[in-house]
């Protein structure tokens, strides 16, 4: 398809266990973006790319979350040790490049339920 | 730094009222942008529309209308004969060169339109 893909779309599993999730940007898009979104809460940024590279990751919420981006195209953002409070929908969003006048395009999100 | 302000958290209209989503924004940058996105139940982010900081003008598409005021940092946001599919969570975003993260989005505001 054209648009930003993320998978899975939904995903339940147990504390303690390690998720990945990935992200598929716009082909050509060399900006990704990933974001949380806590229940009926606004969005929270988590860490961008442009290529492969983070150059900040302060906000990812704690040393359980990592990121990464390969061949500057598909991301996967990684939760080792999962919370009851890493439960969220993350979101994917992609852009031409990091210039602030590029609008970011969303995926549809993983919803992300942990026991 | 950077901030926007959606004051309003929560928004209910009978159907056909007209109603106006409120953003108010911060920052040092003096060339910017302004966003709207919108979430509808399924839970996709859709942009809406881009303004620069230089461009004044309002816009007009179709039923929605944006008022950009830099005098009070405003980019409000009019839906002309709401209909229910028009039900969704709107957030005003903003880029600019000086911010730590790409993008600066407010808390949204939920819209609630009843036939």
């Known amino acids: 398809g054209a648009g930003v893909s993320q998978s899975p779309s939904n995903k339940v599993t147990e504390k303690g266990k390690d998720v990945e999730l990935r992200c598929d940007p716009i082909?050509?898009?060399?900006?990704l973006y990933w974001y949380r979104q806590s229940l009926g809460q606004g969005l929270e940024f988590l860490i961008y790319f442009q290529g492969n590279s983070a150059p900040d990751k302060s906000g990812l919420p704690s040393d359980r979350f990592s990121a990464e981006r390969t061949g500057g195209s598909v991301s996967t953002l990684t939760i080792q040790r999962t919370q009851q409070e890493d439960s969220a929908v993350y979101l994917c969003?992609?852009?031409?490049?990091?210039?602030?006048?590029?609008?970011?395009?969303f995926g549809d999100g993983t919803r992300l339920s942990i026991l | 730094a950077q901030k926007v302000t959606q004051a309003q958290t929560e928004i209910s209209v009978v159907e056909k009222e007209d109603v106006t989503l409120d953003c108010v924004y911060e920052?040092?940058?003096?060339?910017?942008?302004l966003f709207w996105y919108k979430q509808p139940p399924s839970g996709e982010l859709v942009f809406l529309i881009r303004r620069n900081s230089f461009d004044e003008q309002n816009e007009i598409s179709g039923r929605y209308s944006w008022n950009f005021q830099k005098s009070t940092s405003s980019f409000n946001f009019t839906i002309t004969a709401s209909q229910v599919v028009d039900s969704a969570v709107y957030f005003c975003?903003?880029?600019?060169?000086?911010?730590?993260?790409?993008?600066?989005f407010g808390k949204g505001t939920r819209l609630s339109v009843i036939a």
């Open positions: 082909s050509g898009h060399t900006a």
């Open positions: 975003a903003l880029s600019g060169d000086s911010g730590n993260t790409p993008l600066v």
């Open positions: 920052t040092r940058d003096t060339t910017y942008y």
């Open positions: 969003a992609s852009s031409l490049n990091l210039n602030s006048n590029q609008p970011q395009h």
